[in-house]
């Protein structure tokens, strides 16, 4: 064996011999260091559900509390992009009932993006936590597809593209 042949079977840490015969060779397992993958993850989430579920007796003032769930919107931030999803033009329509009830049409810049089902997530749980707000049902949308015209002034300026 050369010196090199050697060194690579130093550096290996786990040796399987190899089997003898066909039915040895279904009987080798190898060992699992990692739990199981779960089937969906949260990148797949394309909906979240926010809020207490409990309505207001009297109707609630809705644009009082659209103007408070956009401000919300404004803290939610997409972790790669340092400038807000509601800035950054993600948000397409947020819809508020008399009853507390309010609907959220979203998108994200590319429909891979690794933290799409967080963000859908956090939209959902902040919105839901705005005075007023008894469910808020965040849907993930694709049409029309998001494109840099919908970024506001402030976000082009931000990142350097005005």
């Known amino acids: 064996m050369s010196e090199q042949d050697a060194d690579i079977e130093a550096l290996k840490v786990n040796k399987i011999p190899a089997p003898a015969s066909r039915d040895q060779a279904s009987r080798v397992f190898l060992p699992t260091f990692l739990p199981p993958m779960p089937t969906t993850s949260e990148a797949d989430i394309s909906e979240a559900y926010g809020g207490s579920g409990v309505k207001s007796e009297a109707p609630i003032d809705t644009e009082a509390v ?22 950054l033009g993600l948000i397409y329509d947020v819809v508020v009932e ?16 690794p933290v ?7 939209v959902a749980d902040k919105s839901g936590d705005v005075p007023g707000v008894a469910t808020s049902h965040v849907k993930l949308v694709w049409d029309p597809p998001w494109t840099k ?7 082009l300026l931000e990142l350097g593209m005005l």
């Open 66 to 87: 659209k103007a408070a769930i956009i401000e919300t919107l404004k803290t939610v931030y997409d972790p790669e992009i340092p400038v807000n999803i509601y800035e």
């Open 116 to 122: 799409a089902g967080m963000l859908v997530k956090e």
């Open 149 to 155: 015209e919908r970024m506001s002034e402030d976000a």
């Open 98 to 113: 008399p009853d507390g009830e309010v609907q959220i049409d979203m998108t994200l810049t590319a429909p891979a993006c």
